[in-house]
């Protein structure tokens, strides 16, 4: 007589997920401990001019490379003009050049940040794109007497409008900007010259 083949255990498909989502777990030790942390602030970090900046990831949709831009007559000089982004036209600025009045120098691997803002997403261009930062209250400095770089102040001129707290982390000062505040500022919103 054939010997009788091992059963099977049919397991609930439920229980097979749980299972599953029991062994993953196991395998990211602290992670709600770092998503739930007291004092925590997380943010996408860029460079714009001398100064480290950090917008909360609230603020910012995308982060793309830079697409060709069609540029608009009549349009600030701030303003470069726009571009087809999966098949929606965007706006796309130079944050830098908006800020400061010197315009951001191009180069290969640019990043812009898409923003949300009133009547439609606007895309700002950035000089250099850090990704990820986490901060803790520990971090926290005085935003007005924070230096960028030696010799240049975190928030003076149009910076002090968008940056209100700032962080410390090693030689590097780093301004929490609003690109929110940024987006419903008037000026900001009439790129018309």
Known sequence: M?????????????EVLLDYER????????LPEQ???????????????ARHLASGF????????????????GAQPWMLGVANVRGNLLPIVDLKQFLEGERTVLHEGQRMLIVRQPGGD????????????????????DVDGAEAKPEVPLADGRYAHFIERAYRID?????????????????FRQAAA
Not at 2 to 14: G, T
Not at 58 to 73: A, F, K, R, S
Not at 122 to 141: C, P, W
């Open 35 to 49: 998503i739930d942390a007291p004092g925590l602030w997380r943010g996408v970090g860029y460079r714009i001019g």
């Open 171 to 187: 030689a590097n000062t780093w301004g929490v900007f609003s690109l929110d505040r940024l987006s419903r500022t008037p000026e």
């Open 58 to 73: 609230d603020e910012v949709l995308e982060i793309l490379p830079m697409p060709q831009v069609t540029p608009v007559p």
């Open 23 to 30: 062994k993953s777990l196991a395998h990211v030790v602290g």
């Open 2 to 14: 054939p010997a009788a083949a091992p059963s099977l255990a049919v397991r609930d498909p439920f």
């Open 122 to 141: 606007v895309a700002v261009m950035v000089d250099e794109l850090y990704g990820q930062r986490s901060f803790v209250d520990e971090q926290s400095i």
